[in-house]
Nanobody, 126 residues
Framework: QVQLVESGGGLVQAGGSLRLSCAAS????????MGWFRQAPGKEREFVAA????????YYVDSVKGRFAIPRDNAKNTVNLQMNSLKPEDTAVYYC???????????????????WGQGTQVTVSS
């Protein structure tokens, strides 16, 4: 089992920044690719970003490219989501997730992730 705990959500004005953190415990952190997803009210959960187990490559959904970053620190068992130039449409509950699928392509689908955090609310006001 892997336990994931997110923190860092809150209320921010449009154009502002937030940094979400996800702390992992349980199994070896480097056995997992990590991802962030989000779910807005009335909408399905959607992929936001992923990072390979060794941190060597990342992937972002088009809507956040150039604004978000997903660094990980394998020594601290953490993965963050740095969110800049926030927009009201970024408002959602953000979830950290761990995937044991270590293939060539980074996992982007919900079913490809094995463990999930409880989520943290991000609200961007206009």
């Amino acid at each position: 089992q892997v336990q994931l705990v997110e923190s860092g959500g809150g209320l921010v004005q449009a154009g502002g920044s937030l940094r979400l953190s996800c702390a992992a415990s349980g199994r070896t952190f480097t056995n997992y690719n990590m991802g962030w997803f989000r779910q807005a009210p009335g909408k399905e959960r959607e992929f936001v970003a992923a990072i390979r187990w060794n941190g060597r490559d990342t992937y972002y959904v088009d809507s956040v490219k150039g604004r978000f970053a997903i660094p990980r620190d394998n020594a601290k068992n953490t993965v963050n989501l740095q969110m800049n130039s926030l927009k009201p449409e970024d408002t959602a509950v953000y979830y950290c997730a761990a995937s044991a699928r270590l293939g060539l392509l980074l996992p982007k689908a919900i079913y490809e992730y094995d463990y999930w955090g409880q989520g943290t609310q991000v609200t961007v006001s206009s």
